[in-house]
Structure formats: C-alpha cells, structure tokens
C-alpha cells in the first residue's frame, strides 16, 4: 500500500493496472484521453501485461471488447461525451450478451455548442442501455470503484457491464492523494475472470448474438431486466468486502447519507458536486443548522428502497442534476426522485452545464430557495441573463 | 429455457425451432404438375425448394 498525488484519469489508469486488466481498447477523446495514454504507458513498460488495440472510433473500441469479454478476458475501455454517444448502439448489445466490461466515463458535456467540460449529459442518455452505472465524489472513488466494478461486473449473479462515471476536469485533471492497495491483494480480490455463463472457444463453438424471435425476446429481455435489479445485494456486498479488505467503503455501495440526523432540508446529488455539498453542510453545521445529503453513488439500477428510507424525515428535498431531460423541464435525477418519493416537497435545480461552476452560494442559494419554495419546482442555477 | 446472453450451444438446433406461425396456408406440392415455372423458388423461405 502507498499513497501517490495524481490526477483522475491516472488514478483510474491505476485501477485497470491493478485490476490486471487483459484487453483494452479505446479511441482518444477529451478528458478522457490520458487515462487511455497511461495504461499505454503501463503495458510499454511491462508495468501491466495487457493487449491494447487503438481501435479508428469509439462505436469499434466498445465492439472489441465485446469480442475479447466474450473470449473470457478482462476487458476496458473509456470515453467521454460524443465518444460515449458514438458508443450507443454497442451499449445495449454489451449488456445483452451480458458481458461484465468496465466502462470509465469521464463526464464532459454533449455538442452542441461543442464544450469539452463536465455535465452528465453523456451518461444520463445511456441511462436505460442496461449499464449499471456508478458515480463518484473523488479520486480515491475512482479507483475503488473501478476495481470494485470488476467483482460487480463478474459476479455469476450479475454478468452486466459497468459504467463508472467521473466528472471531466473537477476530477479528472484534479491532483489528490489516492492510496494504492498492493498489486496482490488486488489480485487476490479479484481472482481471474473465469466466465460462468458462456465464453468464445474454438473447440467449443457456440452461438453468441443469434436472433431473438418474438417467442424469446421479452424472456430475454425480463431476465436482463431481473439481473441489474438483482445486482443491488451485490453491489452492496462488494462495498462491504472492500471495506475490510481495503478500508474503505462508500456508504451502503449505493447511495451515502451525511449529516440527515436532524436536517428538514437533504440535497440529493451525484458526482463531485457532492464535495461542494459536504463542505457547506460542514460550515452550516458550525453555524447551528443542519442540511443533509444522499449522495446517490450508483444511479443504475436505482436503489429505490434505500432513497425513501434515507428521506423519511425530510421535509425541503432539493435534487441537483447536471443535466436536462429537454421538454419536460428537469433533470433525470429530480425525474427518478419525483417517481421514488410521493407527498414530499422536491424542488429540482439544474447545475453546472457544460462547466458552469457550481459554487458554494450556488448550493447555499439551492438550500434557500427549497425552504422558501410552496411547491415544487425547477430551477436553474447560476445562470447569466440571456 | 432462455440462456444467460441468450446464446445458444448447441449447434444446429435452429431445426428444432418451428417457425412458419405467421403463415395462413400451407402449399403442396404435386411433382405431376410442376412446370418449373420457379414462381414458388421465389416465395418460399430458403432452402426449401430444390431444383430436382
Ligand atoms: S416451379 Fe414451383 S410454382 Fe412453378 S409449377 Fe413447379 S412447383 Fe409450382
């Protein structure tokens, strides 16, 4: 174990040496980028014994992987943005055919205008692939969630791609102590990924992608459906490994409750905004008032269940989203709560578009305006006159 | 009965799968009678009409 300063995308590139990775490949994008440039760093240097192809596009970089996953390697790959949207029609075939890739998406803001800082526009319109998709706060999550990921992704009760999303720029190109576990406790967590459902094998052939006729197709579908919901228990039971075996665990693995005890008003967020958050509760708690906040880490599948019972006593919930479902004037995260929590007051604020700083006033203003607030609302923040 | 990835291992096993339910008729084929027109070559699903 050693602590090192590094920025997000090394600190992920860490995780995939760590993690033992055997194919990855990817097609360079911004901020993405050197975390892709680094694990090509480490396999020129024999630091990890991996194949890495420079696939011509990101839609051939994700089909790659999918044909060395299904090969029973460990596969990964990492975009960001139009990337990410060149990926979209792959997506849903690496989750139908069940293959456990890890999927980095540093998050950067969708064309156009063209803009290469942070929002989740990118990963929230991949919402529905059938990725479990986490979020983290910082770079130490990158890298425990990356490994983590792994052991999520190859679960046998799993068997589903993981997105890992982190924010482009605030995390990405941000220096901060990570600590690195040691190569073989690592390696002893993962294990080698031995493939329980099915695997690509000349002496063995089977059928992989063959045709679902309308008498399978919804079975098929259902089962894909029952497996990323069942994939709660897991991902909880990973969070709970780790923390004895690493020392680190992020609340329950799916979302993480700070300072509720006591808060009428809980923000609920994603992402490092969640830093911001913390920090101010910290000040309002010197100054007498307490505000909570539900960190949601993983954002699919949706943990439901432990959302409601984390707002059970809020009375002012105020939901962040760096992103817009266009035409129905919120974001998906303010749209998932709404669904999840009934006869509650949920005010939904759009933040930090395409970079758009998100200030401490800013979730001060957010804290007012949803005590203030008779009803529910969306509003956008730190926004200029236009 | 559907696989993890729906893939299938064993091989050849399409035989097994009966299709044809969106068909309203049924043909049948008099030899007698057939003028190799090659009318029912282009209707039917391959590979079920051989030359001879
Ligand atoms: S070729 Fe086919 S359609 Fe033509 S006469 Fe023979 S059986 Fe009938």
Known sequence: ?386 | MVTIGAVIFEPGNAVKNKTGGWRTFRPILDIEKCIKCEICYIFCPEPAIYED
Request: charged share 25%; hydrophobic share 40%; with cysteine.
């Open chain 1, 1 to 386: 174990m050693k602590t090192i300063i590094t920025r997000g995308t090394y600190a992920a590139a860490e995780a995939v040496r760590l993690a033992d990775v055997d194919v990855v490949a990817a097609y360079p994008i911004t901020p993405q980028t050197e975390c892709v440039e680094k694990i090509a760093e480490f396999i020129a240097n024999g630091e990890l014994n991996a194949e890495y192809i420079k696939a011509e596009s990101e839609h051939s970089a994700i089909s790659a992987i999918i044909g060395s996953s299904a090969t029973g390697a460990r596969s990964f790959t990492a975009t960001s943005s139009q990337g990410l949207a060149l990926m979209h029609e792959i997506l849903y075939i690496a989750s139908g055919l069940r293959l456990p890739i890890v999927l980095v998406n540093v998050n950067r803001a969708l064309s156009a205008p063209i803009n290469i800082w942070c929002d989740h526009q990118d990963s929230i319109s991949e919402r529905d692939t059938g990725f479990i998709q986490l979020y983290v706060e910082d770079n130490q999550e990158i890298l425990d969630t990356i490994i983590q990921a792994f052991k999520i992704a190859e679960d046998k009760d799993v068997l589903l791609p993981v997105m890992v999303n982190l924010d482009g720029f605030i995390l990405s190109h941000t220096y901060e102590p990570v600590v690195l576990p040691d190569e073989e406790d690592v390696k002893e967590y993962l294990g080698v990924y031995e493939p329980p459902h099915y695997s690509l094998n000349p002496d063995k052939p089977v059928t992989v992608g063959p045709v679902g006729v309308p008498k399978y197709y919804m079975e098929i579908r259902k089962q894909l459906n029952d497996a990323i919901n069942n994939s709660v228990k897991i991902i909880k039971k990973v969070n709970k490994e780790y923390k004895k075996l690493f020392g680190r665990e992020y609340g329950d693995g799916l979302i993480e409750c700070y300072n509720l005890d006591n808060a009428d008003t809980v923000l609920v967020a994603m992402g490092s905004v969640c830093g911001t958050v913390k920090h101010v509760i910290n000040n309002l708690k010197k100054e007498g008032k307490d505000v909570g906040l539900v960190k949601v880490r993983c954002y699919r599948p949706f943990p439901k269940k432990e959302i409601k019972k984390a707002l059970k006593d809020a009375e002012n919930i105020a939901v962040l989203d760096k992103n817009v479902c266009f035409g129905f004037d919120m974001g998906s995260l303010g749209l998932d709560i709404n669904a999840t929590i009934k006869d509650k007051k949920i005010c939904n604020y759009i933040v930090g578009l395409g970079g758009r700083d998100i200030k401490i006033e800013h979730i001060k203003e957010i804290i007012n305006h949803v005590e203030k607030s008779k009803e529910n609302t969306t509003k956008w923040i730190g926004l200029n006159k236009y």
